[in-house]
């Protein structure tokens, strides 16, 4: 591309690059999953349920990028199936804090293996060094792109 061209070089856009290993990567984990029975929406829940239990639905949507209508569905689905549950009414508010059970842990376990086996293969032939560093520059990526929204959301309108 030369010098006056509008538009980005996909062959050194750290963007385009990023997005092409998301893709694959969900690729990747929706394969090791399907056998499971499972989508990467249904197991990023239940894993951060495993690290956060009693979270809420709008809280779990955040964490696995979904709307919190398409989280409440899964939810019950989940909690149906015996994966999850949560009480007939919010112990403080309106938020229903959800959790674990021991089929859903059995269920995570198997899930959790597949995915990490997807992830080693990934990093395969990059050093630690080299992955502690990609680490912390995505980290950054993420701080600096929300740090750009909130800067440029406009505060809220008092009423």
Sequence with gaps: MS?????INLEVSVGYALKEASSALRTAM????RP?????????????LAQRPGLSNSALARGTFVTRQAMNVLLQALE???????????????ALPTRLT????????KASAAIRAVENRMLAGIPATEQAAILRALRQMTQSLQGAAEATTPPPANR
Excluded: F, N
Aim: charged fraction near 30%; aromatic fraction near 4%.
């Design 3 to 7: 010098q006056g061209e509008v538009g």
């Design 30 to 33: 929706e394969e090791v999953l």
């Design 36 to 48: 499971l029975g499972m989508t990467v929406t249904h197991y990023s829940c239940l894993e951060l």
């Design 80 to 94: 149906r199936d015996g994966y999850v549950t949560r009480p007939d009414a919010a112990p403080v508010g309106r």
């Design 102 to 109: 021991p089929r859903g842990r059995r269920r995570l376990e």
